[in-house]
């Protein structure tokens, strides 16, 4: 099996997309993720996964913390800017939630403190314990599948007879 064959296949799950936040001496540090997950609710718990050349990933290490930021439907261009998609723009200002750097326009945005960290195989997984949660009711989320941005569509109940 080759890695097209691999990255074609996950890439048949579709998810939302994030962005997640970390701060190291007072500058924030944002990277774009679809790797992420709810792992528990007692404790509060998720879990996202950092590829190792990530320039997030030892800033993480290092601040214990990090936010991610759950993306609008119409935020597709903040994707890009922290995938490294988009390199002409005017900056990106943050909100802050408990303290911590978060993306405004979100429609959740989460704080986190670094509960365990798992490296496995290029990738870290950063089990988050959660500090606190903001969260937009009614917005409708960005999607990605198959290598493209997507937005939800209403499907036709099933109706049973
Ligand atoms: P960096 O330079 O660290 O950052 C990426 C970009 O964000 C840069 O252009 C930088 O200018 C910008 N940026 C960072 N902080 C700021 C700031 N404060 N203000 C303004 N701009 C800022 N990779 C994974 O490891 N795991 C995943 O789950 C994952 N999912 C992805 C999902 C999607 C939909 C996409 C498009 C990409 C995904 N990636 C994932 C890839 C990842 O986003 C890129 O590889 C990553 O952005 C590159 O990071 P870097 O460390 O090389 O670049």
């Known amino acids: 099996m080759d890695d097209r064959q691999f990255r074609n296949a996950m890439g048949k799950f579709a998810t939302g997309v994030t962005v997640i936040?970390?701060?190291?001496?007072?500058e924030p540090h944002g990277m774009t993720v679809n790797a992420f997950m709810s792992v528990s609710l007692t404790p509060k718990?998720?879990?996202?996964?950092?590829?190792?050349?990530?320039?997030?990933?030892?800033?993480?290490?290092?601040s214990q913390k990090f936010t991610v930021n759950i993306l609008a439907a119409d935020q597709q261009t903040v994707s890009m800017i922290f995938a490294g998609q988009l390199k002409e723009h005017n900056g990106v200002?943050?909100?802050?939630?408990?303290?911590?750097?978060?993306?405004?326009?979100?429609?959740?945005?989460?704080?986190?403190?670094?509960?365990?960290?798992?490296?496995?195989?290029?990738?870290?997984?950063?089990?988050?314990?959660?500090?606190?949660?903001?969260?937009?009711?009614?917005?409708?989320p960005l999607i990605f599948y198959s290598?493209?941005?997507?937005?939800?569509?209403?499907?036709?109940?099933?109706?049973?007879?």
């Not at 936040?21 to 007072?26: A, H, S």
């Not at 200002?93 to 509960?115: H, K, N, T, Y």
Request: aromatic share 4%; proline share 3%.
């Open 21 to 26: 936040v970390t701060e190291v001496d007072g």
């Open 45 to 62: 718990l998720v879990v996202v996964s950092i590829g190792e050349n990530a320039k997030i990933l030892n800033k993480i290490k290092e």
């Open 93 to 140: 200002d943050f909100d802050r939630l408990g303290g911590q750097p978060v993306v405004p326009g979100a429609i959740v945005q989460i704080s986190c403190e670094v509960s365990a960290e798992h490296v496995e195989g290029d990738h870290t997984l950063f089990i988050g314990k959660v500090t606190d949660i903001h969260l937009t009711e009614d917005s409708e």
């Open 147 to 161: 290598g493209r941005y997507r937005s939800l569509a209403e499907v036709t109940p099933v109706v049973s007879k």
